[in-house]
């Protein structure tokens, strides 16, 4: 599972959408193998990677867990970074991080992320997919060599932490929402959610 700030941080913005609209929540796991699903386009990608965590979430549920509560819905997200027309997803290893996390002075970068709401009862679906460009200033080397011995980039598509301490100073412009580029755009998972309940 991914590392304790990486939780921290997708789980404050769950539990602010929560506080907002007064639903409770759990946390489940698809654990499917996301790199056997690829496509070139970076919005597919992840539209279809988001629907594949769904299925396999229900998969492994019980069709009476499913039917217990006509309101119960499941929230499942995929984010990919999109760098000069190249999908990045998490670095393999300590050379990628930095070939990544470098390449962002060059060009800004993009997330492409998808948010798929599945009423369980029904088994319908509401999906959307969110961008945000984020545009940086050079990252230093030892700041890059600091983020990768802490290890947190290595769970982030593209090496991307936007939110983090060190590398905050150096973003200059995001065109799009924060909570968006942390993979959970509340606005448009709230638009989703409502689409339920008309």
């Not at 796991?29 to 056997?36: F, G, P, R």
């Not at 300590?94 to 009862?121: D, K, M, N, W």
Request: hydrophobic share 45%; with cysteine.
């Amino acid at each position: 599972s991914p590392p304790f700030f990486r939780r921290q941080v997708r789980r404050k913005l769950m539990d602010e959408l929560c506080e907002e609209v007064g639903f409770k929540y759990d946390v489940l796991t698809a654990d499917i193998d996301e790199k056997a699903i690829r496509r070139e386009d970076p919005a597919e990608l992840v539209t279809v990677l988001a629907q594949a965590k769904a299925d396999a979430i229900q998969g492994k549920m019980a069709p009476a867990e499913k039917e217990k509560d006509e309101n119960a819905l499941l929230i499942t997200c995929d984010q990919v970074v999109v760098h000069e027309g190249k999908i990045l997803e998490k670095p393999e290893d300590a050379a990628e991080a930095r070939r990544f996390i470098e390449g962002y002075a060059r060009a800004p970068c993009s997330t492409v992320g998808s948010i798929a709401v599945t009423q369980l009862a029904s088994g319908k679906v509401a999906q959307e997919v969110d961008r945000a460009d984020i545009h940086f200033t050079p990252i230093p080397a030892a700041t890059i060599d600091a983020l990768i011995a802490e290890g947190e980039v290595f769970w982030c598509a593209g090496g991307l932490m936007v939110e983090h301490d060190l590398v905050t100073p150096h973003v200059t412009r995001i065109d799009g929402t924060m909570d968006g580029v942390m993979g959970l755009p509340k606005l448009k998972v709230l638009q989703l959610i409502s689409t339920f309940f008309d």
